[in-house]
């Protein structure tokens, strides 16, 4: 398996003959608004351009995974994209409408913990909370995936989550061989952060058997953690040959 990532949360999942393309963002760096005014420098959106010749692999998309449907994970450009080269696409149930009528082809549908057949392989959606406190109530319905498919290590995308008992039962029970992590402890002006803080990124890579990639950094103006920062607080602990922090533009292969 091959985990080409992009930007943010936006990965190429490459294994066999299927790439399968994970929360889209692909506009331009700076073409929408600050996600924060006053907590974080109000910068405009995304702050980086998409890796140079990262088209090539996006480009041979066979499938489309969206967890959420916030423009740091599916923007116009992607929506576009995916509807010219009619991509099929995987979503949580409360999505479904709402893609289907942005054009999008939805080819399934799913409630959380419900296991359904995916690409000769399985998928279970796991139900994520997008925030500490009531801030996870304005951020909506996201899901994270746990995926098993033929001769590749199993796989949880926990998507934009803070540390829950869901998340905990799929790292000891279904006991993922990778796990994706989103890394930027992301906030709002107001309300407590929207994803894990340090303390609940570091229990979730001592918790998680397997390895881990760390995303959703350095490409939105109310994502603080950087990759060094995280790097030094995961070397404190010793884990460091646990985690991949890939630049935008790399790929990790497992």
């Known amino acids: 398996m091959k985990i080409h990532h992009i930007r943010n949360a936006t990965m190429v999942i490459e294994t066999g003959d299927q790439f399968i393309l994970v929360d889209p963002m692909l506009g331009p760096s700076k073409t929408s ?9 109000a910068k405009r959106n995304p702050l980086v351009d998409l890796p140079e010749n990262c088209m090539q692999i996006i480009n041979k998309t066979t499938h489309c995974l969206i967890t959420h449907l916030h423009p740091d994970h599916l923007d116009k450009d992607a929506e576009d994209f995916l509807t010219r080269n009619t991509i099929a696409v995987t979503c949580h149930e409360n999505d479904e409408n709402t893609l289907q009528k942005r054009g999008l082809y939805i080819k399934n549908a799913l409630p959380y913990w ?14 994520a909370k997008h925030g500490y406190g009531w801030v996870s109530k304005l951020m909506g319905n996201v899901a994270g995936y746990y995926i098993e498919l033929p001769n590749s290590p199993s796989l949880y995308i926990s998507s934009d989550t803070i540390y829950t008992d869901d998340v905990h039962k799929v790292l000891t029970e279904l ?43 350095e490409a939105l103006n109310h994502c603080p953690t950087t990759r060094s920062q995280l790097k030094n607080e995961v070397e404190k602990i010793g884990l460091l040959d ?7 533009g790399e790929t990790i292969i497992y």
Request: proline share 10%; glycine share 6%; aromatic share 6%.
């Open 33 to 41: 608004a600050p996600f924060a005014f006053f907590k974080h420098k």
């Open 114 to 127: 419900k296991e359904a057949s995916f690409l000769n392989g399985k998928i279970i959606p796991i139900p």
């Open 175 to 217: 006991q993922p061989d990778i796990s994706i992590l989103a890394c930027g402890s992301a906030s709002l002006d107001i309300g407590k952060p929207l994803l894990m803080n340090m303390d609940d990124i570091l229990k979730f890579i001592k918790n998680t058997p397997g390895k881990i990639l760390a995303n959703h950094m």
């Open 242 to 248: 646990k985690v991949a922090i890939p630049d935008d």
